[in-house]
């Protein structure tokens, strides 16, 4: 649901409460499947989505980390 969320408001503009819902979802995914899962992967790449308008350079880690633990799951 924080994923969900965190998208509904990173697409209607409210990129600083869109934030703190992805990071919640991504610290609830770790805590249940660890630091190499899909999940995981799938929040870095939302993540990255936020960060793009403000911060391309944090944008692109979190992009990196998402691709990385792709390749290793798949």
């Known amino acids: 649901i924080q994923n969900n969320l965190g998208l ?3 697409f209607n ?11 919640e979802a991504l610290n609830q995914r770790m805590a249940l499947h660890g630091k190499e899962h ?4 799938g929040s870095y790449t939302n993540l990255g989505l936020a960060w793009q308008e403000s911060d391309i ?3 692109l880690e979190y992009y990196t ?5 792709f390749e290793h799951v798949y």
Do not use: D, M, P, W
């Not at 503009?13 to 990071?23: D, I, K, Q, S, W």
């Not at 899909?38 to 992967?41: D, I, Q």
């Not at 980390?65 to 633990?69: A, E, G, K, Y």
């Open 65 to 69: 980390q998402s691709l990385r633990i």
């Open 13 to 23: 503009g409210n990129t600083e409460v869109a934030l703190g819902y992805l990071n």
């Open 8 to 10: 509904f408001y990173l």
């Open 38 to 41: 899909a999940s995981v992967a």
């Open 57 to 59: 350079e944090k944008a």
